[in-house]
């Protein structure tokens, strides 16, 4: 089967990828597609994040495992599109090269058969120019109405010479 999937970038103006791809290629394949969709060389660090409906990031899949004794992180190499990618689980984000953090939303959006003649991974649609440089991020927490610490917090401790330390203690 062939999977349509579209590649938006978390951008104000919108730039976004229309790929056809096996069901049966690799993340790793899904990503060396973006790459080139999207202009970038493919030498700098990626990574898949399985997501929710809302597009709250879960669990990572790395292009490479950097942990010095190995680790439980799952692999593009490892995962099929098949597995990872379904009508329920229709969604993922990508992030590529961590010190610049372009952040893109991958979302199913149809499963056809294989057309002769066609090569996959295959450019169905291509709309936008990727910018210079990756947009802005606001890393903001959620607006915890009714949390405020500092509007909470009564309590006075006072000074420090009023806990009662020994002078001694390592």
Request: hydrophobic fraction near 40%; glycine fraction near 4%.
């Amino acid at each position: 089967m062939i999977y349509k999937i579209r590649i938006i970038l978390d951008a104000k103006d919108d730039v976004f990828r229309d790929l056809e791809i096996e069901d049966s290629n690799t993340l790793e394949d899904l990503h060396n597609a973006i790459t080139q969709a999207f202009g970038f060389l493919g030498s700098e660090m990626a990574s898949f994040y399985t997501c929710d409906e809302e597009w709250n990031q879960d669990e990572e899949i790395a292009l490479f495992d950097m942990s010095e004794n190995g680790s439980d992180v799952k692999l593009m190499n490892e995962i099929f599109l098949e597995d990872i990618l379904t009508e329920k689980t229709p969604k993922l984000i990508y992030v590529y090269d961590f010190l610049s953090m372009w952040t893109f939303f991958v979302e199913l959006a149809d499963i056809v058969d294989n057309e002769d003649g066609i090569t996959y991974p295959n450019v169905l649609f291509s709309f936008g120019e990727l910018p210079d440089s990756p947009p802005e991020k606001n890393f903001e927490a959620d607006n915890l109405e009714g949390d405020d610490f500092d509007e909470n917090y009564t309590d006075d401790l006072g000074s420090y010479e009023d806990l009662d330390f020994d002078e001694n203690w390592n």
